[in-house]
């Protein structure tokens, strides 16, 4: 899942950076009106009724979007959990239809085979799809995250760019020292996220525990530092997530064990 979402966020950061919007003329078509001017206009609002504190204005958006993302979350990795277990416990019963379709010799010997399968997933209320559905948030985030990115790329007269200092840093220029943060932020909260994954996916968990911190950092040493802002304190309540999220984890297999 996040393989596909680092990919689709460079993406699409790739493409917003093609576009100009620091021309007020420039500031039309789909994109602009569904991502960028909602999240321009929402940053502006927080910012003017906060005293022009947009960097605590960013922090809230932040709040926001994960507050209203994390019951979908945290659903969505119960049912990851519910569904890994039952996987693992009927293996020995999957394994041999499995080999039945790899050997099969005509297309409807591999179709009885594939249902055969099927009614077992139906005994046991199991859908090996739900693990498609955790990354549903992630791709919700996408847009916000784009919307922010160029927002603060090209923002709109006055505003940030008149109040840009937020702590010891100019939101609207890079800052190294919040670009680390943002890294060492992610690469703890994919290290979290790493362990709560199956043993045979766990790989992958690690991988993205390198390849997440340098995306991160690559975009922000040279974005404007509101945008490591934003992952650093997106990496935190991800990390919350996280540990609620595993507390659900270990109640769910203490109570399958009893």
């Not at 991502?35 to 927080?46: E, I, K, N, R």
């Not at 009724?49 to 209203?68: F, P, S, T």
Request: aromatic fraction near 10%; include cysteine; proline fraction near 5%.
């Amino acid at each position: 899942m996040k393989k596909w979402y680092v990919t689709i966020l460079l993406l699409g950061i790739s493409l917003l950076s093609g576009c100009n919007y620091s021309d007020t003329h420039q500031r039309t078509g789909l994109v602009y009106q569904l991502v960028v001017g909602p999240m321009d206009g929402l940053l502006h609002y927080l910012g003017l009724h906060l005293n022009h504190n947009y960097g605590l204005a960013i922090v809230i958006i932040v709040c926001l979007v994960r507050l209203i993302l994390m019951p979908l979350m945290l659903h969505n990795q119960k049912q990851m959990a519910i569904t890994s277990m039952k996987m693992k416990e009927l293996q020995p019963k999957i394994e041999p239809i499995q080999q039945k379709m790899k050997a099969a010799a005509t297309q409807q010997l591999k179709n009885e085979a594939y249902q055969e399968l099927q009614q077992l997933y139906q005994q046991h209320q199991l859908n090996p799809l739900t693990t498609m559905f955790g990354c549903l948030p992630m791709l919700i985030q996408i847009p916000i995250l784009l919307g922010l990115y160029a927002t603060l790329k090209w923002p709109t007269s006055g505003g940030i760019l008149s109040h840009p200092t937020f702590m010891w840093f100019h939101l609207t220029s890079p800052d190294s020292m919040m670009a680390m943060i943002a890294g060492f932020m992610y690469f703890v909260q994919s290290w979290l996220s790493a362990r709560q994954m199956p043993k045979e996916q766990r790989m992958m968990g690690y991988v993205m525990m390198i390849v997440s911190p340098l995306f991160i950092l690559y975009i922000a040493f040279q974005s404007p530092s509101a945008l490591a802002l934003y992952w650093s304190v997106n990496a935190a309540s991800l990390m919350l997530q996280a540990i609620i999220s595993q507390r659900q984890t270990h109640h769910i297999r203490q109570s399958k064990t009893m």
